[in-house]
């Protein structure tokens, strides 16, 4: 139990278009959903918290108009990479978790963005 | 603040030895999580123990083990007999409660490289 996915698992853009990147939590409700960046031989670094059907709370430093994330529903929370450059090529992870085991986050197996 | 550090950036050992890598946390939370968790080259991560923070029993886990000591704030694990198999980047993280639930931060990781 517990899965998450992400699609796409990779992808490549031009610079200046936009990408969007899904997280599903295939056998449980996520009340929270939570996506990470991680760049080459660093750690992963949280972007934003996003609860189902309110706004997302970004982190200090994360620019939330370029970073458009969207909870609609309890099982799907969607990046949207706006604009996208070259130094906004990283993996990004999503994590979800149940109201009922908040301390626990159960992780997608990440997107490999490159953008050109 | 939470913080979790990892001081070894990376480990290289010969297959069949025992290595030990080392987390230590801060925070002022009495009620908290520790966790850690492998990502191989594929970047997904795996799952390997999740300890509360009132439960100091070690454990041990095929050839995995983990120490928490309170008393040091220091929550180690040790891969007995290395295999090639367990190359790969692990990462500790301390999940706290936070406004809105609990809050996950990850060390920086240490890059374990098993030699055959």
């Known amino acids: 139990g517990a899965v998450v996915s992400q699609h796409p698992s990779r992808v490549i853009c031009k610079s200046g278009t936009s990408v969007k990147i899904e997280c599903r939590s295939l056998d449980f409700q996520a009340t929270t959903m939570f996506w990470y960046r991680q760049f080459p031989k660093q750690s992963l670094m949280l972007m934003a918290t996003?609860?189902?059907?309110?706004?997302?709370?970004?982190e200090q430093g994360v620019e939330k108009d370029k970073f458009l994330i969207n909870h609609a529903s309890l099982t799907l929370s969607t990046l949207t990479v706006t604009s996208a450059h070259p130094e906004d090529s990283s993996f990004y992870i999503c994590?979800?978790?149940?109201?009922?085991?908040?301390?626990?986050?159960?992780f997608g197996p990440g997107t490999r963005l490159l953008v050109l | 603040a939470q913080k979790v550090t990892q001081a070894q950036t990376e480990i290289s050992v010969v297959e069949k030895e025992d290595v030990t890598l080392d987390c230590v946390y801060e925070?002022?939370?009495?009620?908290?999580?520790l966790f850690w968790y492998k990502q191989p080259p594929s970047g997904e991560l795996v799952f390997l123990i999740r300890r509360n923070s009132f439960d100091e029993q070690n454990e041990i886990s095929g050839r995995y083990s983990w120490n928490f000591q309170k008393s040091t704030s220091s929550f180690n694990f040790t891969i007995t007999a290395s295999q090639v198999v367990d190359s790969a980047v692990y990462f500790c993280?301390?999940?706290?409660?936070?406004?809105?639930?609990?809050?996950?931060?990850f060390g920086a990781g240490t890059r374990l490289f098993v030699k055959a």
């Open positions: 993280a301390l999940s706290e409660r936070n406004t809105g639930g609990f809050k996950t931060i």
């Open positions: 994590s979800a978790r149940t109201s009922t085991y908040q301390e626990t986050q159960y």
């Open positions: 925070t002022r939370d009495t009620t908290y999580y």
């Open positions: 996003s609860n189902e059907g309110s706004k997302a709370t970004y």
